[in-house]
């Protein structure tokens, strides 16, 4: 099969490079292959069954058109401030242009005319005053909500607007290999079970978003592709009361604070707040299961969820941050017989286990069901673990009560987006005709930062037809 552009990945990196690349008038022949299904096609049975299944060969929660973010809570960050190290390669006031660009094509496709964050200047002066206090950094961002449910009919849209302008997608099938001959991308090579094929290409961009890091930076390594090992972020994911999270949901919808707390000082940071969601189970190919959080629209749940993560980066002599971070993945997972722990943040602070009729009996009752209670200490490193602590004690000035004892932890929450592909400013890297693109190219974080990213991608292949 022979095409203009091929894309791995239809996620937003990905779909956005495509759709933008049409709606300029390209005449070229775009392909996306997606190993996962299309979007109508997607569905995780635990709404049914009320636990995990561990679906094979993938889960429909983190695979399939659009990627992890169909079935997230769907905010777009309208801030360059959030959302990863794109501004730092193409420049801060291009990035902002390309995310106010962006914005309006999901309103076009039926995103939320409201605009969370804004509007609350003297509420948000008091929380900043706190954060100050607390030795925290409060990032102002706007937050568009989609809600998990929207934003799987929002991407719908855009799936059949890509069919209908002529864009081949590609289900069911996963890339295995890029076709690289004298320092030049040719196309990529595809397997379906037993069937491969070959898509030969003049231009392949690769988007194929957190769940596609690691794959990634294999194929890095084996190609001579130039990239540097980079951060990976290790944490857990809170659970409280809405009543604790009453003024910051209701002034910022999502609280985006960043600290260095003692002793280490390390990055750690707040992420994906869902007021009044629920916290989600995803699994990767390798049986890892990891927490997440969802928020939706119309449904919701006694408590607010919100990720804080530990940033850690390796370089001599190990360079391997994604594989340490599926580690401790893998030992919590054990630790849980396959299953997220949960635990108290009074008895972690105690030195003891969480028992089930503890949580039973608490004020926070979790929204993962099938959550097992432990001791998330036991797998959890050493330094992230006080890392967390520290932050979760700074964050009790801002937010009083949210280090409550019965606060709940999840874990493992991991972001595998560590390996940082080296581009120019015009997305090229240092083979000919290869493009990578979101956060599997380490330069973005999040929906609207990697749906941007492939705004831009899609106007520098017109530009070079």
């Given at each position: ?207 194929t978003g957190r769940r596609g890091a690691d794959w990634l930076e294999r194929l890095c390594a084996e190609h001579n592709i130039a990239h540097q090992p980079g951060t990976v972020d290790i944490g857990v994911r809170v659970e409280c009361r809405n009543e604790v999270m009453e003024e910051v ?135 992230a673990m006080i890392n967390i602590i520290n932050f979760i004690q700074a964050m009790d000035i801002v937010v009083p009560g949210f280090a409550a004892p019965e606060t709940l932890l999840y874990s493992p929450e991991l972001k595998f987006y560590s390996n940082r592909v080296r581009m120019d ?41």
């Amino acid at each position: 099969m022979n095409k203009d552009v091929v894309i791995i990945g239809a996620g937003p990196a990905g779909i956005f490079t495509a759709l933008e690349m049409i709606r300029n008038g390209s005449h070229s022949q775009i392909a996306i292959v997606e190993k996962g299904q299309p979007i109508e096609k997607r569905r995780c049975p635990k709404s049914q069954t009320g636990y995990c299944v561990s679906c094979r060969p993938y889960c429909h929660i983190t695979t399939g058109f659009s990627g992890a973010g169909a079935f997230s809570d769907g905010k777009l960050s309208l801030s360059c401030e959030v959302g990863g190290s794109f501004p730092d390669l193409v420049g801060r006031d291009k990035a902002q242009a390309l995310i106010d660009y962006t914005d309006k094509i999901y309103l076009e496709f039926g995103a939320d005319t409201h605009v969370e964050g804004v509007g609350n200047e003297k509420d948000v002066r008091e929380i900043r005053k706190r954060a100050i206090q607390a030795g925290l950094k409060l990032v102002d961002c706007p937050i568009r909500h989609l809600g998990t449910e929207r934003a799987q009919s929002l991407y719908a849209s855009i799936q059949h607007y890509l069919e209908e302008h002529g864009v081949e997608l590609i289900f069911g099938w996963e890339c295995e290999d890029l076709i690289i001959e004298n320092e030049t991308c040719l196309g990529v090579s595809l397997r379906r079970g037993s069937e491969t094929q070959e898509i030969r290409a003049r231009h392949t961009v690769v988007a194929t978003g957190r769940r596609g890091a690691d794959w990634l930076e294999r194929l890095c390594a084996e190609h001579n592709i130039a990239h540097q090992p980079g951060t990976v972020d290790i944490g857990v994911r809170v659970e409280c009361r809405n009543e604790v999270m009453e003024e910051v949901n209701r002034v910022l919808y999502e609280s985006k604070l960043i600290g260095y707390p003692k002793p280490f000082k390390n990055r750690v940071r707040t992420f994906c707040q869902n007021p009044g969601g629920f916290v989600s189970q995803e699994n990767y190919d390798n049986d890892l299961a990891v927490v997440n959080g969802h928020s939706y629209k119309d449904k919701k749940s006694e408590n607010t969820n919100v990720s804080i993560l530990c940033s850690h980066n390796f370089s001599v002599p190990f360079n391997q941050p994604i594989a340490y971070a599926q580690k401790v993945g893998e030992l919590t997972n054990m630790l849980g017989n396959g299953h997220i722990l949960v635990q108290r943040f009074g008895d972690i602070l105690d030195g003891k286990r969480t028992w089930e009729q503890e949580l039973a009996r608490s004020n926070v009752r979790p929204t993962l069901p099938d959550a097992v209670a432990g001791d998330i200490t036991a797998a959890m490193p050493y330094r992230a673990m006080i890392n967390i602590i520290n932050f979760i004690q700074a964050m009790d000035i801002v937010v009083p009560g949210f280090a409550a004892p019965e606060t709940l932890l999840y874990s493992p929450e991991l972001k595998f987006y560590s390996n940082r592909v080296r581009m120019d400013e015009n997305l090229h890297t240092s083979v000919e005709g290869l493009h990578c693109l979101g956060d599997s190219s380490g330069w973005t974080r999040g929906l609207m930062m990697a749906s941007a990213m492939g705004v831009m991608m899609g106007r520098t292949l017109v530009e070079n037809e």
